[in-house]
């Protein structure tokens, strides 16, 4: 189930979908250019008070190393990780995150992330979190993001989340000038985006992918 990336990270295979988690390029290399580089440092520049939709939480590596980020620029961070499919305990104790991260010492905050479900926790004086049981497809969220890190898997393994009803509620969670950054270029998913009313970039993506998407409300 526990695979290597090529950074070192390691990643899970589902075995529902038979994909993984993350890309086989380096899974925190990855997290870092799509989720942190463009979409938190991005945001941040705005403002340092900030409002993140995690889809979805899995493995739990975004919300880590967003944590990590916010203590390090003292941001204020409020983060819901949605996850309808949690992954055993069992399997988060061997993740290799904190370690390869040099982040031993917030274990027990990562632990907490997994642990806790639909309760919102206060990890650090400012950053709160809460891992929400649910499908994205339950989701009724109204202009209460900054940012959405769009990562469910892939639109050859879960088409219907690609498309546009799923896209529309992402567009309503966030208030306006909010961003949503994901790992996918497709035309398809991008034409769509623009046709909900976001301005789209196309950015240079992770080792292994030419582009990744930011689109803007
Ligand atoms: C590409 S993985 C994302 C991994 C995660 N960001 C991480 O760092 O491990 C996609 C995640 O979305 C979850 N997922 C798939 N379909 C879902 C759905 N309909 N609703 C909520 N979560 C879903 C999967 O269980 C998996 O954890």
Redesign the pocket.
């Known amino acids: 189930m526990l695979e290597k990336t090529e950074d070192g990270a390691l990643t899970v295979r589902?075995k529902e979908f038979g994909v993984t988690?993350?890309s086989t390029h380096g899974a925190i290399q990855e997290?870092q250019t799509v989720f942190i580089d463009a979409g938190l440092k991005y945001r941040a520049q705005q403002s340092n008070k900030i409002a993140v939709l995690?889809i979805?939480?899995?493995?739990?590596?975004?919300a880590l190393m967003t944590y990590l980020h916010s203590l390090k620029e003292g941001l204020e961070l409020e983060y819901i990780g949605?996850?309808?499919?949690p992954i055993d305990m069992e399997v988060v104790k061997q993740l290799n995150y904190l370690d390869l991260l040099g982040a031993e010492p917030y274990e027990q905050d990562f632990i907490a992330m997994h642990s806790h479900s639909n309760k919102t926790i206060q990890l650090s004086p400012k950053f709160s979190f809460q891992k929400k049981i649910?499908?994205?497809?339950d989701l009724n969220y109204k202009g209460q993001f900054d940012i959405i890190y769009y990562?469910?898997?892939a639109p050859n393994a879960?088409p219907h989340?690609w498309e546009p009803p799923m896209l529309h509620k992402m567009y309503n969670a966030l208030k306006k000038d909010g961003v949503l950054v994901t790992y996918c270029a497709k035309g398809v998913f991008k034409r769509t985006l623009k046709s909900l009313g976001f301005s789209v970039e196309g950015l240079p993506g992770p080792i292994g992918k030419r582009e990744m998407t930011r689109a803007i409300k």
């Open positions: 589902s988690y993350h997290t995690g979805g939480f899995g493995t739990g590596l975004n949605v996850e309808a499919y649910a499908k994205f497809e990562d469910a898997f879960q989340l």
